[in-house]
């Protein structure tokens, strides 16, 4: 039986421009909309998500430059990781508040857990290179990574990418 795994794709990070992460917190304002229902399931052999988990893990040493730089154009840190659920499958979360700490990234779990009952909103969880499936952040509001994202975007009617697009409050270029 094919497992399902639960991708978080709109994201509670989506805030006015100009979010430093000291500024990010659990519960803050800042956060923006709610995603307690906004996900989306695919089975483990979806080949174009898995493109996709591929092409984010392939290009974390961009995310790594960006986090580093000290760019104040760059906000909004985040990284996914995935969980396990009770049922023997998976969901993917958003991590925020993004530091680097001895080469782990450390955040808070920026989604409501659909499934898994590992981790919950606003727990701080360290994160390993190797547990990445996605990672972003904003450059002047436009979307940098996010591979996830675009994969599911690309599967949206015209109407519901549009409707995508206004809600997150950042630019996505293809």
Request: glycine residues 8%; contains cysteine; hydrophobic residues 35%.
């Amino acid at each position: 039986m094919t497992k399902l795994i639960q991708i978080l794709i709109l994201l509670p990070f989506c805030f006015s421009c100009g979010n430093t992460q000291s500024e990010i917190q659990p519960g803050s304002d800042n956060l923006g909309f709610d995603t307690t229902a906004n996900t989306y399931s695919v089975t483990e052999e979806d080949t174009s998500m898995n493109s996709a988990i591929s092409k984010a893990i392939g290009s974390l040493d961009k995310f790594d430059q960006a986090l580093k730089s000290g760019n104040i154009s760059y906000t909004d840190f985040a990284v996914k990781k995935r969980f396990r659920t009770p049922d023997g499958g998976a969901e993917h979360m958003w991590i925020a508040g993004i530091k680097l700490e001895n080469e782990h990234y450390k955040g808070f779990v920026n989604n409501d857990a659909e499934n898994t009952t590992e981790v919950k909103y606003g727990d701080t969880v360290i994160v390993r290179k190797d547990e990445i499936t996605d990672w972003m952040y904003l450059d002047k509001n436009v979307l940098r990574g996010g591979y996830t994202i675009r994969e599911i975007r690309n599967r949206l009617s015209k109407d519901e990418r549009v409707k995508m697009d206004k809600d997150l409050g950042f630019k996505i270029e293809d």
